[in-house]
C-alpha cells in the first residue's frame, strides 16, 4: 500500500509539512517495500487559489490509499474524500509518522480542519 506524507524536504527525517494543499513536496512511502520516492508540490504551493484541489489531483494520480499532512482545508478534504483517500494529522517527521501510521496511532481527519485559503 502506497501512502503519501506532506514534507518539508525530500528526507524520511524532514518535518511533516503542516501544509497540505501547498506542502514543498510529499513522500509517496511504500509499506510493503519499505521504498519511497519524492513528489515536487511547488507547481501547486504557489497557486493563487486551487492548492487543495492540484494537489489532491497529484496525490491521486500516484496511487496512494492514504495521505498524512498537519492540516487539510475544505477543497482539498472534498477532493480526496471524493476519491476515497483517507487523511491522517501528524506533527513530527516524516519517519515517525510513517510509523505511528503503522501503529494505528494517527488520528484520522475526518472533516477540513483549517478554513480555505490558509498558509
Known amino acids: 500500500m502506497l501512502i503519501a506524507i506532506s514534507a518539508e524536504k525530500n528526507d524520511l527525517d524532514s518535518k511533516v509539512d503542516e501544509r497540505f494543499g501547498r506542502a514543498s513536496g510529499f513522500?509517496?512511502?511504500?509499506?510493503?517495500?519499505?521504498?519511497?520516492?519524492?513528489?515536487?508540490?511547488?507547481?501547486?504551493?504557489?497557486?493563487?487559489?486551487?492548492?487543495?484541489?492540484?494537489?489532491s489531483r497529484l496525490i491521486a494520480e500516484s496511487g496512494v490509499k492514504a495521505v498524512i499532512a498537519q492540516h487539510f482545508g475544505p477543497s482539498a478534504h472534498s477532493t480526496l474524500d471524493a476519491v476515497?483517500?483517507?487523511?491522517?494529522?501528524?506533527?513530527s517527521t516524516v519517519r515517525q509518522a510513517i510509523e505511528d501510521f503503522k501503529s494505528g496511532a494517527l488520528k484520522e481527519i475526518k472533516s477540513p480542519d483549517v478554513h480555505g485559503h490558509w498558509s
Do not use: C, P
Not at 483517507?86 to 506533527?91: D, G, P, Q, V, W
Open 27 to 55: 513522500i509517496i512511502f511504500d509499506l510493503d517495500s519499505e521504498e519511497f520516492r519524492y513528489i515536487n508540490n511547488s507547481k501547486n504551493s504557489s497557486l493563487g487559489g486551487g492548492a487543495g484541489v492540484q494537489t
Open 84 to 91: 476515497d483517500i483517507k487523511k491522517y494529522s501528524a506533527n
